[in-house]
């Protein structure tokens, strides 16, 4: 196969990063890559999909990994995996000599180990200008079930299921294979339910993760659930408005600078540093634009205001707000900006995921959540999204009332924009269609 043949087969096949950003993965091959990097390291506590799928289906994720490299021209494959996943090292080392240029590099107990910066940087020393791709330093990153995904595309079968964790205030904690569409209260019902009387739903992992509702459809990027009480920390938190982070960090902001000691970026030399944002943000002084702009660089970990901060004050949340106004406004991150000196307490600042999860209240949740895939889940009507990555959303090409396959294509890519095919998740008919979803009862 060529280049062009898997671009092609890639895109048609409607892959895009299964890790949670969504960017479609035909778009990231590239040639200029001598490096391919297997993310395996789901540092957010209570996250299990990714080391359970490496476990299950190595020798294909590895075969996978192969075909990409040989076809881009890439000389080095990489399995970032947390040493403490041991039975994915074990599978993985099970299969590793059937192929060349490939090896296992064991990755910390820390947090967040997953950052795509930090992964390059631990595993190749290698370290992307500020706002630069991984590609400019000749590397590629791909999530687990991405590649997967791959594998089951160069056997004919293109993205019409999700692998999801259910997890925390449930009976039966596991790890899923559903149907796109499927929504997250079946989710919650296939996990046995929720064990309390007002539950929250979690989307995605703790730090980074979003609230949601019970009637939200699973997506290609679509992790986690993790059921919460009402009143968890967690919850708590990500419900506060902005205007209160604002008001709090003006009042108690101390400028003791420990959300910038151990902010992973800043310690690899980023020009990010988050206590001088507050400083801006605690003074009103927003013509001191160097931190505000310098913000862009953040990468949204959230260990400033879930680890760092004694006051419990959110400065993450505070950038994201300021981000969002400066893309708005059109603002872009200053490029060819230098990078600082890898600070040398970085390996003394990294914080440990079981004390991460203890701050975060998530210790008791952290449970085995094994993978089932022997039961048929059928939901009775599945909403697929025309939007499930980034760029154009995907445009319908089946009318209402179509009787439709699971994996007949029922959205197609927009024409020379960055976009991907939409296929369908079951066997039914579609009953209804807007320019956000489709949905098709069985």
């Not at 020798?59 to 040493?83: C, P, Q, R």
């Not at 992973?264 to 990010?272: D, F, M, V």
């Amino acid at each position: 196969m060529n280049f062009d043949e898997l671009v092609a087969l890639i895109k048609q096949n409607g892959i895009v990063g299964a890790g949670g950003a969504g960017f479609p993965t035909y778009a990231k091959l590239d040639k200029r890559a001598d490096t391919i990097i297997l993310n395996c390291a789901e540092c957010e506590p209570l996250l299990k999909l990714h080391r359970q799928l490496l476990e299950r289906y190595a020798y294909e994720i590895l075969s996978a990994l192969d075909l990409i490299a040989k076809t881009v021209g890439a000389k080095n494959v990489i399995i970032g995996v947390k040493g403490s996943y041991k039975g994915a090292i074990e599978a993985v080392e099970e299969h590793i000599a059937s192929f060349e240029n490939i090896r296992i590099h064991k990755l910390r107990e820390m947090y967040p180990a997953g950052d795509e910066i930090v992964l390059i940087y631990q595993t190749t020393g290698r370290r992307p200008k500020p706002g630069a791709l991984p590609i400019s330093v000749g590397v590629t990153v791909m999530n687990v079930e991405t590649v997967y995904n791959v594998y089951c595309a160069l056997n004919g079968s293109p993205v019409t299921h999700k692998y999801v964790t259910v997890a925390g205030e449930v009976k039966n904690p596991v790890t899923l294979r559903v149907p796109l569409g499927t929504s997250v209260k079946e989710l919650v019902a296939l996990a046995g339910g929720a064990t309390v009387e007002d539950p929250v739903y979690l989307f995605g992992g703790p730090m980074m993760g979003k609230l949601g509702s019970a009637s939200a459809p699973v997506t290609k990027t679509f992790n986690a659930v993790i059921v919460l009480p009402s009143d968890h920390v967690i919850v708590q938190r990500k419900n506060t408005k902005t205007s209160i982070d604002m008001k709090r960090a003006m009042a108690a902001c101390c400028q003791c600078s420990y959300c910038t000691d151990l902010c992973p970026r800043h310690l690899l030399g980023y020009p990010i540093d988050p206590h001088e944002f507050m400083r801006v943000v605690s003074h009103n002084t927003p013509s001191d634009t160097k931190p505000i702009i310098d913000g862009l660089f953040c990468s949204s970990c959230g260990l400033c205001e879930a680890f760092s901060c004694g006051q419990g004050l959110s400065p993450r949340m505070l950038l994201d707000a300021f981000k969002v106004s400066l893309k708005t406004a059109g603002v872009q991150p200053p490029k060819d900006l230098p990078l600082r000196d890898v600070s040398p307490a970085i390996e003394l600042r990294s914080v440990p995921v079981a004390r991460l999860a203890a701050r975060l209240g998530l210790t008791k949740y952290n449970k085995t959540a094994p993978m089932d895939e022997e039961r048929e889940i059928a939901p009775r009507t599945v909403k697929i999204l025309l939007s499930q990555h980034i760029g154009v959303p995907a445009v319908p090409c089946v009318k209402k009332g179509a009787a439709v396959l699971e994996g007949q294509l029922i959205a197609s890519a927009a024409e020379g924009k960055l976009s991907v095919n939409i296929h369908s998740s079951v066997k039914g008919r579609v009953k209804e269609i807007t320019d956000k979803f489709i949905m098709i009862e069985t």
